[in-house]
């Protein structure tokens, strides 16, 4: 616990000084495109995974849908993939919450802001990155969304803060991002969004 105070005291004198925690920031990189991320490499082993996707295992339903919506294995059917995202998604399979907002986001047939907004957040507060970045990005464009950027600073510094943990490569181009973001806020929502941040350390140190 004393161990945890002090980084939290070290990052809010960071944050009072208008700096970020340099240990926080690696080198930086290009970030995919979140949606590319969880594509498959290759053919996935289709009737493995219907098989146990008919049983109810949630990585499964996940893994049938990404077969149909990329055509690996079987024909493409966006119906069907929508289908078994549903199905995952009920399990609460986080990957799955994320590709279904971006199949209501993306998907000429099936366009939904408001679902896709709905689990952008879900996924996102289950701390999964690309939903997190995600989320930001419609922040700051005001798409699907009313523009705010304190929320979208919010949205990328917990992008940044979970992906220390799992995609250290994420964390450097999360950072420009954030500082492209600052030289668009006006003082105002700058203090805001440190109050933000600020209220977010001391929940996760507890």
């Known amino acids: 616990m004393r161990q945890s105070g002090i980084i939290l005291l070290g990052l809010c004198l960071s944050f009072a000084a208008g700096a970020e925690a340099e240990w926080l920031v690696p080198q930086p990189v290009t970030l995919k495109n979140p949606a590319a991320m969880n594509m498959p490499q290759q053919d996935c082993d289709f009737k ?5 996707a008919r049983q109810g295992n949630a990585e499964n339903q996940y893994q049938v849908a990404l077969c149909y919506y990329y055509g690996l294995g079987v024909d493409t059917n966006p ?20 590709q279904l907002a971006e199949f209501h986001n993306r998907h000429d047939k099936f366009n939904d802001s408001a679902m896709a ?3 952008y957040r879900q996924a996102a507060a289950a701390d999964y990155v690309p939903a997190q970045l ?36 994420l964390r450097g181009n999360v950072r420009r991002q954030r500082q492209m973001l600052t030289q668009k806020m006006n003082p105002q929502q700058i203090t805001q969004a440190r109050e933000v941040i600020s209220d977010l350390l001391q929940e996760t140190s507890k």
């Open 48 to 52: 493995h995974h219907l098989t146990l």
């Open 134 to 169: 995600r989320l930001a990005e419609m922040y700051v464009d005001g798409r699907g969304v009313s523009q705010d950027y304190v929320e979208a600073y919010k949205w990328f510094y917990l992008a940044g803060m979970f992906g220390a943990n799992g995609e250290p490569q």
């Open 117 to 119: 907004i709905k689990w």
């Open 79 to 98: 119906e069907k993939a929508l289908y078994w995202l549903k199905q995952a998604v009920s399990q609460k399979h986080t990957k799955a919450m994320y």
